[in-house]
């Protein structure tokens, strides 16, 4: 089924050198090309990447200067891309790349566009603000769209290239604007469940003025 589909993964990256390891150990061999763009780590992201890439000709490390943030990476990550279903994963170890198999057929047997990576994992211990912009952004989202999206803020996600909409948000509100441009360009949506693995010692950047960023690009897009 997936014969002569180029499918490349893109890998946005930040201060992950512990995490990194263990999804570019676990990448599946039908996938064609990883693009890791470490986005100026003040660790060993890139160096991470870099060994990896010497071992596995399919992997590419990309190293930004400066941190510009996860929408900018993944712009990167797509500038360097070729290949016909284009599938973007977190570098911490929250999706299994043992799923990307999940994504990426609906996208390759014709009856999708675009497709995200639905996540159930317990999030009873994420901080408040987090779970509260989740429910509200979300609702928003479901609202623009007029469509019923589970997880709209997942980064696990497969494009089909025709529906890749060009990404210009810098930060977390990537995510909220390539879903709702991919919607305005007509890609059929669909959601398959994921696992998720959530590690409560590690809570992400994400910050109150991310919540801001999002309510800007349901306003923008
Ligand atoms: N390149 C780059 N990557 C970044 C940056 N900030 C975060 N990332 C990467 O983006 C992923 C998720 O970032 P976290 O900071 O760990 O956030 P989270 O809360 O665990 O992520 C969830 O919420 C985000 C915001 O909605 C989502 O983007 C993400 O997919 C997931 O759903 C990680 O792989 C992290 O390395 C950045 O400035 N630059």
């Not at 390759?108 to 566009?113: K, Q």
């Not at 990404?167 to 909220?176: F, G, K």
């Not at 409560?200 to 309510?215: K, L, N, T, W």
């Amino acid at each position: 089924m997936l014969k002569g589909r180029m499918i490349p993964v893109i890998i946005p990256a930040y201060n992950e050198e512990t995490r990194l390891p263990k999804v570019l150990e676990s990448i599946p061999d039908f996938v064609d090309e990883v693009i890791v763009v470490d986005d100026g780590s003040s660790d060993g992201t890139y160096k991470v990447a870099k060994a990896f890439s010497e071992k596995d000709p399919r992997i590419k490390a990309i190293r930004l200067k400066k941190n510009c943030g996860k929408g900018c990476a993944m712009r990167e990550g797509i500038n360097h891309s070729s290949g016909d279903v284009v599938v973007f994963m977190d570098a911490d170890g929250q999706h299994k790349p043992g799923e990307i198999i999940k994504l990426v057929e609906p996208v390759v047997s014709g009856n999708a566009d675009m497709v995200i990576g639905a996540r159930k994992g317990d999030v009873s211990q994420r901080p408040i603000h987090r779970r509260l912009s989740n429910i509200i952004t979300t609702r928003l989202i479901r609202l623009k769209l007029r469509q019923y999206v589970y997880d709209t803020q997942s980064g696990f996600r497969a494009f089909s290239r025709q529906f890749l909409p060009e990404i210009e948000s810098d930060r977390y509100e990537v995510e909220t604007e390539m879903l709702i441009k991919a919607a305005k360009m007509g890609a059929r949506i669909k959601e398959v469940p994921v696992s998720m693995i959530y590690d409560p010692s590690r809570e992400g950047r994400f910050g109150i003025r991310d919540v801001f960023r999002f309510i800007g690009a349901l306003l923008r897009f």
